[in-house]
């Protein structure tokens, strides 16, 4: 059964994750013929991490690539010899085979050495009776390329170019044999692996490899990115203030239930995108979803999210450097002039009292990315504003909010939450 990856952005976020596990969960359901399995890009944020323990979830598995693998390549059968086998017992299993070496299996099965094609024709060519008495522990040599299942067949194709031998030893994490490949085999189209991309559909944010995938469905609620596929797929763009809103409408639309971590799960990214329902790209439709979960769990969504926040935004233990420079995204005005923003979400004004240390961290920040100016969102989600901290012309940055002043190197923005709505496209206008 071919396994089909579920996969949100890089940098993940709690609605990355939750739309992969649940979009692979109503797969799963609804699709027997496929192994849905959804993957993470990198480390889970303070905030997932909270929801994921919360849920009683399953933290999903890390997916480094999904560019074709050893193990995608290899033959189901390939020879193999023990240790104590007569040496002609390993010239009978490469026979009528491409390969060059024979894996010698020790003690529980793990890759003791190889026997090569060439010393077997050696030991032949020097003494025939003798040959004839001895075993493969005797003839034994240490195989030149040893590939773990999981490495790209491109990187195994490279180690393979520098060796001698011609067969490369596919193990897997227990050092046993699951197959050989060669440079022929290698060098093979392959076979595509194949994914399902929610929460994003930029190449650059998807998984590294992705243009040797085969890519089956895209879930987002972002605009139109750049993603390309090689074949016709379903692709939804749906403007919604979450993935898992979309997710959750497909399982109410398949009159199936999520498994209550799924549910709380999915639940938590709704909070979590649209910032409890309050910031500007929320919908009825994930007020709605917010509704039938809370029901369905006996919580109260508000309260969760209230909680999920006060504990997520303690952020005292990271530095002012990781803090600034962990979520800066970088654009590019009209007037072609480079800046970038990052937001912080809080509860409360511990991190604001850290403010010399953050412009500090920002403008080194700015520096290295050779930058013009570098805004902060500082937003508290329960008061519902932003005080935004800059690094650079202050003023400019001041009257392209329409104030005369500014708070020693910050403006005060009451009512701005989004990033994407109410700061970038403000700044990408005037600098
Ligand atoms: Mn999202």
């Given at each position: 059964m071919s396994t089909i990856y579920v996969s949100g952005h890089r940098n993940p976020d709690t609605d990355?994750?939750?739309?992969?596990?649940?979009?692979?969960?109503?797969?799963?359901?609804?699709?027997?013929?496929?192994?849905?399995?959804?993957?993470?890009?990198?480390?889970?944020?303070?905030?997932?991490?909270?929801?994921?323990?919360?849920?009683?979830?399953?933290?999903?598995?890390?997916?480094?690539?999904?560019?074709?693998r050893a193990i995608d390549l290899v033959a189901s059968e390939f020879p193999v010899v023990?240790?104590?086998?007569?040496?002609?017992?390993?010239?009978?299993?490469?026979?009528?085979?491409?390969?060059?070496?024979?894996?010698?299996?020790?003690n529980g099965g793990v890759l003791a050495g190889v026997v090569t094609l060439r010393s077997l024709a050696l030991h032949y060519a020097r003494d025939l009776e003798v040959a004839a008495g001895t075993v493969c522990m005797e003839l034994m040599e240490e195989p030149e390329v040893i590939v773990p299942a999981?490495?790209?067949?491109d990187e195994a194709l490279d180690a393979l170019k520098h060796s001698h031998q011609g067969t490369?030893?596919?193990?897997?994490?227990?050092?046993?044999?699951?197959?050989l490949l060669t440079r022929s085999e290698l060098l093979s189209p392959g076979v595509r692996r194949l994914a399902i991309l929610v929460d994003h559909a930029e190449k650059g944010q998807s998984i590294p490899g992705i243009e040797q995938a085969e890519i089956v469905e895209i879930l987002d609620h972002h605009h139109i990115g750049s993603i390309e596929t090689r074949l016709p797929v379903r692709a939804t763009f749906d403007p919604v203030g979450s993935t898992?809103?979309?997710?959750?409408?497909?399982?109410?639309?398949?009159?199936?239930?999520?498994?209550?971590?799924?549910?709380?799960?999915l639940m938590s990214a709704v909070l979590s995108d649209t910032v409890i329902l309050n910031s500007p790209t929320t919908t009825d439709r994930d007020a709605a979803v917010l509704d039938y979960l809370?029901?369905?769990?006996?919580?109260?969504?508000?309260?969760?999210?209230?909680?999920?926040?006060?504990?997520?935004?303690?952020?005292?233990?990271?530095?002012a450097r990781d803090l600034v420079s962990r979520d800066a995204k970088p654009y590019t005005s009209g007037n072609g002039t480079p800046f970038l923003v990052a937001q912080i979400e809080v509860v409360g004004d511990s991190v604001l009292q850290r403010k010399d240390e953050l412009l500090q961290a920002m403008d080194e920040e700015r520096t290295a990315q050779g930058a013009d100016l570098f805004a902060l969102m500082v937003t508290d989600i329960l008061e519902k504003g932003t005080e935004l901290l800059v690094s650079g012309d202050v003023a400019r940055a001041a009257r392209a909010f329409g104030l005369q002043h500014s708070n020693g190197n910050s403006l005060t923005l009451p009512g701005v939450m989004s990033r994407k709505k109410q700061v970038a496209p403000v700044l990408l206008d005037a600098l």
């Open positions: 990355a994750i939750a739309a992969a596990v649940g979009f692979a969960e109503l797969k799963s359901a609804l699709d027997l013929e496929h192994d849905y399995l959804p993957v993470r890009l990198g480390e889970l944020n303070p905030q997932t991490r909270w929801v994921i323990e919360r849920a009683g979830a399953e933290e999903p598995e890390f997916l480094a690539h999904i560019r074709p023990s240790e104590d086998d007569p040496i002609n017992g390993a010239g009978l299993a490469i026979d009528d085979t491409d390969y060059d070496l024979v894996p010698v299996l020790g999981e490495i790209a067949a490369a030893v596919v193990v897997d994490e227990n050092d046993r044999p699951v197959g898992a809103t979309l997710v959750v409408e497909r399982f109410r639309d398949q009159g199936i239930a999520p498994s209550r971590p799924t549910a709380t799960l809370g029901e369905m769990l006996g919580l109260d969504p508000k309260q969760f999210g209230r909680e999920m926040f006060e504990a997520s935004s303690d952020v005292s233990g990271i530095s």
